[in-house]
């Protein structure tokens, strides 16, 4: 039997913040405050980053992984339209990532956030097609669950 060419797969991540539902839906539509979070990290240069949070409106992220990645000098683009925003409760974002100019996946990414005794418990459920030869969910499911600590960092600022 041959490998399958779409592995298709859905994980959920769950964090509490310290923070209102409000601010928490800020740092989601805030260019410079989603891009610190979001896009900017060490392991890659960022090379463009565009944001229209609105729905059907776009986001779009190009960078170059660094040297010592295990994809260094690659360039990597994500590409995403809102499909649903409501504020301060809830983001629905279709996103497509590219490496090298090959497609690797595609993602229905959902982002609920509830008000908790807290602050704001966020719920992200990422639906998504994997390409054969793409990171794969558990990479993928790995990455989002350190985007979700970045956020924690952005709102602790």
């Given at each position: 039997m041959n490998d399958p060419t779409v592995i298709h797969s859905t994980f959920v991540v769950e964090r509490t913040y310290p923070a209102a539902p409000e601010r928490?839906?800020?740092?989601?539509?805030?260019?410079?405050?989603?891009?610190?979070?979001?896009?900017?990290?060490?392991?890659?240069?960022?090379?463009?980053y565009n944001l229209d949070f609105r729905v059907g409106g776009t986001e779009s992220a190009r960078f170059r992984f660094k040297e010592g990645t295990p994809v260094a000098g690659l360039v990597c683009v994500n590409e995403g339209s809102f499909l649903d925003v409501v504020p301060d409760k809830r983001i629905v974002v279709s996103s497509t990532m590219t490496i090298a100019d090959r497609r690797i996946s595609a993602s229905l990414i959902t982002f609920e956030l509830l008000p908790s005794e807290s602050g704001t418990h966020v719920i992200c459920t990422h639906q998504g097609a994997f390409f054969e030869g793409s990171d794969g969910p558990e990479m993928r499911a790995a990455g989002w669950r350190k985007l979700l600590e970045r956020l924690g960092e952005e709102l602790s600022r």
């Open positions: 928490v839906f800020r740092a989601f539509a805030d260019a410079s405050k989603k891009r610190r979070w979001f896009v900017e990290s060490g392991g890659h240069q960022m090379e463009q």
